[in-house]
């Protein structure tokens, strides 16, 4: 696979991804689906920033940032932490990055698990 379809389909990938994050309320969100980046990257994530978690929300639960691969700048940038409705029954499993076994990195969105 040549590094332009690489490319294009990890920004396809990024895009689904949060086109369906933003157009999806949290409380409708379904369980235990992680929307991941299938190709992965070779450069790793740099260290998580810190963010001061506001008080807490009742019938809120904190969503903490995570950094996103931008094909189109070619690095990582820092999505900020957010305020997600608690969904009774669940618990928020926030987004993360996994080195995979040939060294590449993949992103797995953050959901909520039963």
């Known amino acids: 696979m040549s590094r332009k379809s690489s490319a294009l389909i990890l920004s396809a990938g990024l895009a689904l991804a949060c086109a369906g994050?933003?157009?999806?309320p949290a409380a409708?969100?379904?369980?235990q689906v992680s929307i991941g980046v299938g190709v992965g990257i070779g450069m790793a994530p740099p260290p998580p920033r810190f963010e001061r978690?506001?008080?807490?929300?009742?019938?809120?639960?904190?969503?903490?940032?995570y950094?996103?691969?931008?094909?189109?700048m070619h690095r990582h940038v820092w999505m900020g932490g957010r305020w997600m409705?608690?969904?009774?029954?669940?618990?928020?499993?926030?987004a993360r990055w996994q080195r995979g076994p040939h060294g590449r990195w993949h992103f797995n969105n953050?959901?909520?698990?039963h």
């Open 21 to 24: 994050f933003a157009a999806t």
């Open 67 to 72: 950094w996103v691969w931008s094909p189109r």
């Open 85 to 94: 409705r608690v969904r009774p029954g669940y618990r928020y499993m926030p």
């Open 28 to 31: 409708q969100a379904a369980p």
């Open 110 to 113: 953050g959901y909520w698990a």
């Open 53 to 65: 978690v506001p008080p807490p929300r009742a019938g809120y639960v904190w969503a903490p940032g």
